[in-house]
């Protein structure tokens, strides 16, 4: 549906493979150059009807946003180079153009080309949405290493006199960074410092490079609102790194750890530490599933809102973690969040306030259970071994005893022999 405003085709499933294919859906591209949105997400372009896109998407001087996501389904991985350069190519002279959502395509090694000289060369963007492009470690540095070049373009721009929007939002999950880009994504972030959201969920980085991340790229970013790093791996490396630069983000509004093995080894104390230190005052959301984070840990975070360490928070998720439903410091979190909400006088609206629905609980009884059955387990092993290694102790006495006996019998019969073949004198 389109407006004065806004251009869309957004979800039609158009497979649009030539120019003639583009005409009946474009009109108000040619009648109206003023757009500020526009949406061609969920069809399928080929290479002859994105160059016929392109020029009316160069004209719309007045474009603010787009969306490119899912625009290749069943095309060959050798028709979106160029597929892609015609619309990228086509947007660079646009000035205002600050939003470009290019998520589920498929952005590989034999694909990002044209994506890297877009980014690297577009100085007015503001916010990057790269969801579920395939990128894996390789392609996503040559990403970030993009971005950081990006971000000398913008500073020449300025020295210039220019007026040039700082890149504040990137978002890049389920694309299978993992740890071997997170030197090139930190040099990004560095050159980056005004990024206030960065959502990097299901990468598949691993605790060396999510200290990499944090100490060495996201340390400096100050102006971080929301960090999102859930379903990758922090284990005790990375719950220190994130402890450690966590309070130089005083404008925190919302951490996405979870499902992240950040409750292991003391990681939710440390995180509970830091968070106590007064300094992300501004805190709203916690998210927090599937860290393995037991009563204790969940005591931890309670005894920080008593505290009122945390004013602003409103919204802590937990589920999927190792404590009993009606633990009775969870039952206090609960209360103290509800309490905090009244006193706001806000209406709920899409899980804004309080606790998660814990559908999924490890109780802390049923892991002790299973902790005293292993015990038991490792107990009859260890027992059995012990009794396999007496049977084999004896029966290698009694071989032995056997033997013993079989030389000394042998020892007799040839003394007789030899007394025998002896005469009486």
């Keep these: 549906m389109s407006s004065a405003t806004t251009f869309s085709l957004s979800d039609r499933g158009l497979k649009l493979d030539t120019a003639e294919d583009t005409k009946p859906h474009t009109e108000p591209l040619r009648t109206s150059q003023s757009h500020t949105s526009i949406h061609l997400n969920g069809n399928t372009l080929g290479a002859p009807a994105c160059s016929a896109l392109a ?190 630069v966590v309070p130089g983000w005083k404008g925190l509004r919302e951490l996405g750890v979870g499902d992240s093995l950040l409750g292991k080894k003391g990681g939710m104390r440390m995180l509970c530490g830091a968070l106590g230190k007064g300094r992300n005052e501004r805190l709203r959301v916690l998210r927090l599933q599937y860290n393995e984070i037991d009563g204790k840990g969940a005591g931890d975070l309670c005894d920080l809102v008593k505290k009122g360490a945390l004013s602003e928070l409103r919204r802590v998720e937990l589920n999927g973690n190792k404590f009993s439903e009606d633990n009775e410091r969870v039952e206090d979190l609960r ?13 709920e609206q899409n899980g804004e306030w309080g606790l998660d629905d814990f559908s999924d609980l490890e109780d802390e009884s049923e892991e ?44 007799v019969d040839a003394l007789a022999e030899k007394m025998g073949k002896t005469e009486m004198v």
């Design 368 to 411: 002790e259970e299973e902790e005293d059955s292993e015990k038991e387990e490792e107990k009859e092993e260890e027992e059995e071994r012990e009794a396999k290694a007496d049977r084999m102790l004896r029966d290698a006495e009694e071989e032995e005893g056997k033997n013993v006996s079989q030389r000394e019998d042998e020892a």
């Design 55 to 244: 020029p009316l998407l160069s004209a719309q001087t007045s474009l603010e946003s787009i969306n490119l996501a899912d625009i290749f389904t069943s095309r060959l991985l050798s028709e979106i180079p160029p597929a892609l350069s015609s619309l990228l190519t086509s947007l660079l002279p646009l000035q205002n153009l600050q939003i470009i959502d290019l998520s589920d395509n498929a952005f590989g090694l034999n694909t990002q080309a044209p994506l890297v000289d877009f980014l690297r060369k577009h100085i007015p963007l503001r916010v990057l949405i790269l969801n579920n492009n395939g990128l894996g470690p390789e392609a996503g540095a040559l990403i970030a290493d993009a971005l950081s070049e990006l971000a000398d373009k913008k500073a020449e721009a300025r020295e210039e006199g220019k007026e040039v929007p700082s890149l504040e939002t990137v978002v890049c999950g389920r694309n299978r960074l993992e740890s071997g880009s997170m030197k090139a994504w930190s040099r990004a972030f560095t050159k980056n410092k005004d990024v206030k959201v960065v959502k990097m969920v299901q990468n598949g980085i691993r605790q060396t490079g999510i200290e990499c991340l944090l100490k060495e790229g996201l340390a400096g970013c100050e102006k971080l609102e929301v960090l999102d790093l859930q379903d990758n791996t922090f284990t005790h490396v990375g719950a220190a790194a994130l402890a450690g």
């Design 335 to 347: 209360s103290l969040l509800d309490e905090r909400k009244e006193k706001a006088g806000e209406e």
